[in-house]
């Protein structure tokens, strides 16, 4: 017998056994499947919107591959979620899906997505299992959605844009139900809007608010019930991803705007206030708002007129705060700070400009009147956090600024610098930028106790007194947005 002969064929007979084996079905009951997750939770959606897809997988752990006979909703075609099964979606006319064959120590990806249609003003409880028979054994993954109505602003047919109500007439939104926003949602000429305390505002991916010329938009929210606007995805890895809608964008001429005691995140730009209606009167007034967490810029001004107060302008992917072509601006106690973590930043935290380009190729001056920050925090984490673009032939008065009792972190020597009065540039000590948590960190950082008191605003963005002029208490004011109080 030549055993060099024999040995090969044995070996390839055994392979061809174990693998006839491995791809056996399964029929012993006792045979089960089992799941990456045994309960597939979605947050809030919205009716109209849909939801993010969730994957989870199954598994089998047996040397044998396993038929899963039946694989269906427990809700049937009138569910409102949706399944893919290894390529293979169920619909109304096949809500289930048969004989889907796993290999021993294979898995496969469940795909599930929730379409709800709830009315009234309460979230709703939407509840399904998914159902997998395999030889006789029943076996399910519970799925578990909230769905919310909302307030619907879609664009009209044929155009990108909605408009709120009809020129020359008034709105309130109500607050029973979030509104959610499609598309250019459009504050038209002749027209103010006012969006009321305890608003949300949720917007779809590129959406716009926009107040049109001639228009006023109206934000007015209050200490614990601002008016928020964020992204229409609530999913937690949702909380804090930048760009997933527009703006607010205040277009040329609109008028006495107001934005008071506000939240606006994860936008594109958060507040963009273009050419001035009046240099007078602001375009704008800003307080008691947070705008963080846009891919571009928090504050974006074009040759605008914006008065704020108390508010925060942070994290942002290209500047916190981009005041161009001119203008017209005073901050006061406002915090503007720049801890980008999503990339790479090179760009400043502030940067002012007094000209821009035209059609023609030619460059236009527009006067920076006067830009005016006191008590203010101008800081992050790159070396030079204020950036100056101003046209070469502009002579006096035509780029005028000035850094009155300010924290700012720069290059330049703020001690010769006849803009930089009584200034600093010291690391404040905030509480902990890597998680958007401007306070000050405690009574020794650097901003407390560093302010001008003849700056009067009676109480900070948590409604803390703070020591001023009028009001006097045993310390100065503190700089930014924030007083610290233990």
């Excluded at 409880?125 to 959605?145: C, H, M, P, R, Y």
């Excluded at 963080?292 to 916190?320: D, E, P, Y």
């Excluded at 610098?417 to 401007?438: C, L, M, Q, R, W």
Aim: one cysteine or more; a negative charge; charged letters at 15%.
């Amino acid at each position: 017998m030549n055993l060099k002969r024999i040995l090969p064929f044995c070996l390839l007979f055994i392979v061809a056994l174990s693998s006839c084996k491995k791809d056996e079905l399964i029929t012993d009951s006792s045979a089960k499947l089992e799941f990456s997750a045994d309960t597939v939770l979605f947050d809030t959606v919205f009716h109209f919107a849909g939801s993010v897809t969730k994957v989870f997988r199954i598994y089998n752990k047996h040397d044998q591959a396993i038929n899963i006979s039946k694989a269906y909703l427990a809700g049937g075609s009138g569910s409102a979620f949706k399944l893919n099964i290894d390529g293979v979606s169920t619909t109304s006319t096949m809500p289930v899906l048969n004989d889907i064959e796993i290999l021993g120590g294979d898995s496969m990806y469940v795909f599930v997505q929730v379409y709800v249609n709830p009315s009234g003003t309460a979230p709703l409880l939407i509840k399904d299992s998914i159902i997998f028979e395999t030889n006789g054994n029943i076996q399910d993954v519970k799925l578990i959605a909230i769905g919310q109505d909302v307030y619907l602003h879609k664009p009209d047919p044929g155009k990108f844009y909605s408009v709120i109500t009809p020129p020359g007439t008034n709105y309130t939104f109500p607050i029973d139900k979030p509104h959610l926003v499609f598309g250019y949602l459009v504050v038209d000429s002749a027209t103010i809007v006012t969006i009321p305390a305890g608003a949300k505002v949720y917007m779809h991916n590129h959406s716009v608010l926009w107040v049109y010329k001639e228009g006023t938009l109206e934000i007015l929210g209050s200490y614990l019930n601002e008016v928020t606007f964020q992204g229409d995805r609530l999913e937690p890895e949702y909380k804090d991803v930048p760009g997933q809608w527009g703006k607010i964008w205040f277009s040329p001429l609109s008028k006495n705007n107001i934005v008071d005691w506000a939240v606006i995140k994860n936008g594109g730009i958060g507040i963009q206030v273009d050419t001035v209606a009046s240099l007078t009167v602001p375009t704008l007034r800003l307080s008691n708002t947070i705008v963080k967490n846009m891919s571009a810029a928090a504050l974006f001004g074009q040759g605008a007129h914006i008065r704020a107060v108390n508010c925060v302008f942070a994290n942002c992917g290209q500047f916190v705060a981009a005041l161009t072509i001119g203008g017209k601006y005073k901050f006061e106690h406002c915090t503007f700070a720049n801890y980008w973590t999503y990339d790479s930043r090179s760009t400043p935290t502030l940067a002012l400009s007094n000209w821009y380009v035209s059609s023609g190729g030619s460059a236009i001056l527009r006067s920076l009147d006067s830009c005016y920050f006191g008590n203010c925090i101008i800081y992050g984490d790159i070396a030079e956090e204020v950036g100056m673009d101003s046209l070469a032939l502009a002579g006096p008065g035509f780029f005028s600024y000035k850094f009155d009792y300010c924290d700012v972190r720069t290059t330049r020597n703020i001690t010769t610098d006849g803009h930089y009065v009584s200034a600093y540039n010291s690391d404040p000590g905030f509480a902990d930028a890597t998680i958007n948590n401007y306070r000050l960190g405690s009574s020794t950082v650097f901003a407390v106790d560093k302010g001008n008191p003849a700056i009067s605003v009676p109480f900070d963005l948590r409604m803390q007194p703070r020591p001023n002029a009028s009001h006097p208490l045993p310390t100065i004011p503190d700089l930014g947005a924030y007083e610290y109080w233990p």
